[in-house]
Each structure stands twice: as C-alpha cells, then as structure tokens.
C-alpha cells in the first residue's frame, strides 16, 4: 500500500507540474512574441514620422535597422517585400513618392528564452517529483507504523496470552479508533474464554460428582448382588441419574443463551403466565400471589423461557422459604415488576450478586443436600437479559427477613432495543 499510494502521488504530482510547465511556457513565449511585435510596429511608426517629416531614407535605416523602406518599382535597405502576418507596416508619402514603411518582430530571443526555460524545468520538475515521492513514502511509513505495530501484538496473541492488548497510538485518528476498537474487541474475548473456561471446569466437577456417586453405587451393588437391595439401588441410580439430567438440560439452556440466539418474541400477559406456571408446577405448595385486578399489561417475551424464569425463582423460593413464597407483579409506566420473596433465612448482602454466578451455592442456603444444581439463578438472569430486563437481589422489606428478587421486564415500545443492549452488555 505505502509504495502504490507513492506512486499515485508520483504520477499525480508529475502530471501537475507538466501542465504548469506547459503552461508557464505558453505565458512566456506568447509574452516575448507580444513584445517583439509590439517593438516592431513602434519603429515602422517612428519611420514613417521620419520620413513624413523629410528625413533621408538613408538616417533612417541607419537609426532603426529593424525597418525596410519599399518605394513603388524599387526597393530601398536590406530587406524588401510584403511582410507576412507576424510583421507591421506604414504607409508614407514622401518627396520622392510613396513608400511603405516594413517591420518584422525578432523572435529569436523568444525561442532561445523557450529553450533554456525548458531546459530548466525538465530537470526541476523531476527532481520535484522525487521530492514529492520521497515525503510522500515517509509520511506513509511513520502513517503506517502503529498500524504495523498492531499487527504485529496482534498477531502475537494466542488462547494463551488474551490479556494482552494492541498499542494504541497518541494520534486520536481512525488508526487509534481502530486499535481502542481491537481493545475492546479483545476484552470482550477474554471475557468469553475465562468464563468458558470456569464454565467447563465448574460442569466437569458439577458432574463428576453424581457420575462417581452413581458407579460407587452400582459397584457395590454388583460387588455383593445377593446383599444388594435392587429396589433401592435403582431408586438411588434413578435419583442421581435425574440430577444428571438436570445439570445436563441446564448447560444446555445456558449454552444457547450464551450463543445468543434469537428468542421467538410474543405479546404475553405476565399474570396470566405465572398463573398458569404456578398451577402447572406447584399446585400443592405454599406460593402466593398478589397481581393487581386491572387487564393484564403485555410483555414482549417467550412463552418458554419466560416460565421457565419464573420457575426457577419458584424453586429457589420455596427449597429456602420456611412457610411461603410470595410472588408480587406490579406495572410501571414501561415496564412490569416481578417480586418473588421467601420467609427463608435470606440471602446475606455480600452474596447478592454471587448468588447469580454459575455453580454458585452458599454455605448454608444452598448445598447439595438441599437441591438444585447451582445454575438455575444464573439461567434467570441470562434469560431476563435476553429479553432486556434485569433480575437482582434487593435487601428484604422492613416486615419480612427472606430473600427478595426483583425481575424487571420491558413493555414492548422499549423491549428490542433493550434486549441488544443487555446482550451487549451480557458478552
């Protein structure tokens, strides 16, 4: 690129300085013959005022040598004749009869001025064009260095060594715009590795763990089978096979989240939703909920993923809750509030965001005695921002002691631009 954009420059600069040479040397002759002519054409009248005023023929060559005399039938001084276009001539009665009065312009000093000029700006225009050409390829070198540069940290940049960043020149041009950009580009990378990475290390364990119970289980089953209560041994394999079933499903959902993959967006009616999750999944267990009496107000979401959101706040609830989980919905002016609370022991205020990590289980609350597999608080919130709401811990409310989250979700005017924005910002 540096030496095509210096030959362009090359050629443009050489057929620049060509024309205005052509051009000054037009101007230059065109200005000496003017002069010549003008000169020639001041003689033949400063003659013709000689002869007119009787003076010899013979001073007046001698004084103007430029000028010829032609009288009818002979010719006087050296030269004689019609002049051509370039010449200028009088016409003069005289004592000795009429004469015509001629001049022609000297345009040998005109050539030889063309000639030299032209010997000059040969060589001048040339070495102008390499000038150019050289400024030309400096300027392109130093232009391009810091995007050498970039190239070459970034190619220097492997799974291996994310944390490192391209050099970001002082310019403030596009060059420094495009190395913020790889920057940033490159964060967002490494952000996406090491949460992979924690992701798979944190699945290998998660199911390493039933995997070992349940071969542990059939060993000593097989190891003394006329011992082995098969009843309960397939009871307990059946147990650990669906949890394995569940983790399973649950990295599954969670890796199409994280491939953001389109959501199949409807019109919903939030109460009319968790009604039917709550008599689907929990008939017979203490959730109560408060949803206003007015028509319900639509969201713009998925059926499926928003239930399951729904139960997955249910089953947090109520595996914590000592009595009953209360599900509030509420209306703002753009958006519906979704407030699920427990009368559990809560959720301590440094954990209300770890909470919603992968795997994540407090010491207490959440162990795998307990239940669950650690992801289904994670698997809420990435679904709420997939649809542009958020999903966070609040403090509890002065009358209560549990847990308390709070799931927003936008009314459609404002669901699609903020369902980008939170996938954005989710990457």
Partial sequence: MRGRATLAVALVAGIALAACSAVLLYAVHTNLVGSAQTTARDHVEQAARQLDAGTPVAKVL???PDVTVVTTGSAHGTQTGEPDGDGATASVTTSGGPMVVQAYPDLAPARTAVVVLTWALVPGAALMVLLVAGL???????????????????????????????????SEDEVASLAETMNGTLDQLQRAVERLRTFTSDASHELRGPLTTLKARLELALARPDRAEWPAVGREALRDTVNLEEIVDDLLLLARLDAHRPLKLQPLGVTDLLRRTIAERYPHR????????????????SRTALARLFSN???????????????????????????????????????????????????????RG????????????????????TLTVRPPRAADRGARLVLTLPRPAGALTRSCEGQAAHS
């Fill in 313 to 367: 706040l249910l089953d947090n609830g109520l595996r914590h809750a000592h009595s009953t989980v209360t599900v509030e919905l509420r209306h703002t002016e753009d958006e519906a509030v979704v407030e699920v609370r427990d009368d559990g022991p809560g959720i301590p205020e440094p954990d209300r965001e770890r909470v919603f990590h992968r795997f994540t289980r407090l010491d207490n609350a959440r162990t």
């Fill in 370 to 389: 307990v239940g669950g597999t650690g992801l289904g608080l994670a698997i809420a919130r990435d679904i709420a921002t997939a649809h542009g709401g």
């Fill in 286 to 301: 203490p959730v109560v909920l408060v949803a206003p009496a007015e028509p319900d107000e639509p969201v713009l979401g």
């Fill in 136 to 170: 030309n390829w400096y300027a392109m070198g130093r232009a391009l260095r810091p995007v050498e540069d970039i190239r070459s940290e970034f190619a220097d940049i492997t799974a291996h060594s994310l944390h490192n960043r391209v050099p970001v020149p002082g």
């Fill in 62 to 64: 001698t004084a103007l």
